[in-house]
Nanobody, 123 residues
C-alpha cells in the first residue's frame, strides 16, 4: 500500500523553528515528487512547496521563501520540511502528498496523501 505519514507538528513561538517529516512507503521513492500543502483555520488548503524527484524545489507561497526548505533522504524514504522564523500566519495543518516525478500545484495531480500534522505558531 502507498502510504505517507506527516509528523513533527506542534506549538512553536513566532520566530522559532520546526521540522516536519514525511515518511513514505509502498512506492518507488526516487520517482516521486513530494509536495507539502497546508490548510489554515477557515481557509482552503493550499500548496506550499514541493521537491521533485530530481531534488529541485518549487515554492508556491512567496511568504515562505527564505524561511522554509525541503530536503529528501532516499535511503530513509523521507522528506523533511524545515520551517525557520515561523510566523503566526504559518499556523495550519500541514500535509505531504506524492506525485509522479515533477511538482504540480494542483491537488488533483497527487496520488497519495498523508494525514496532516498541526503546526500552531504563537505570537
Amino acid at each position: 500500500d502507498v502510504q505517507l505519514q506527516a509528523s513533527g507538528g506542534g506549538l512553536v513561538q513566532a520566530g522559532g523553528s520546526l521540522r516536519l517529516s514525511c515518511a513514505t512507503s509502498g512506492f518507488r521513492f526516487e520517482d516521486y515528487a513530494i509536495g507539502w500543502f497546508r490548510q489554515a483555520p477557515g481557509k482552503e488548503r493550499e500548496a506550499v512547496l514541493c521537491v521533485a524527484a530530481s531534488g529541485d524545489s518549487t515554492y508556491y507561497v512567496d511568504s515562505v521563501k527564505g524561511r522554509f526548505t525541503l530536503s529528501r533522504d532516499s535511503a530513509k524514504k523521507m522528506v523533511y520540511l524545515q520551517m525557520n522564523n515561523v510566523k503566526p500566519e504559518d499556523t495550519a495543518v500541514y500535509y505531504c502528498a506524492a506525485d509522479f516525478w515533477s511538482c504540480k500545484e494542483q491537488e488533483s495531480w497527487y496520488d497519495a496523501w498523508g494525514q496532516g500534522t498541526l503546526v500552531t505558531v504563537s505570537s
